[in-house]
Nanobody, 130 residues
């Protein structure tokens, strides 16, 4: 079992930055691919970014590419999402997720699919005012 706790959400003006953190506990953090998803009001949960179990491979939705950066710190069991140049349409609840922990090598389709992730955090609200 893996427990995920997000933090770092809040209210920011358009053009500003926020950094989300996700603390993982329970099992070997390094073997899990980690993802960030978001759910905007009235919309389905959507993929934002992911990082492979080794930390070397990162994946992004087109809507955030060039503005958001995902990273992980194995020593702290934490994954981060640095969000820059925020837009009003980035307003959403952001969820951290972890896959099944089999430390495999997969395609973008795998990392961007909600069904690939077995564990989810409770979410943190990000509100961008225009």
């Amino acid at each position: 079992q893996v427990q995920l706790v997000e933090s770092g959400g809040g209210l920011v003006q358009a053009g500003g930055s926020l950094r989300l953190s996700c603390l993982a506990s329970g099992r070997t953090f390094s073997s899990y691919a980690m993802g960030w998803f978001r759910q905007r009001p009235g919309k389905e949960r959507e993929f934002v970014a992911a990082v492979g179990w080794g930390g070397g491979n990162t994946y992004y939705a087109d809507s955030v590419k060039g503005r958001f950066t995902i990273s992980r710190d194995g020593a702290k069991n934490t994954v981060y999402l640095q969000m820059n140049t925020l837009k009003a349409e980035d307003t959403a609840v952001y969820y951290c997720s972890a896959d099944h922990g089999r430390a495999g090598y997969y395609t973008y389709d795998y990392y961007s699919s909600k069904s690939s992730y077995a564990y989810w955090g409770q979410g943190t609200q990000v509100t961008v005012s225009s």
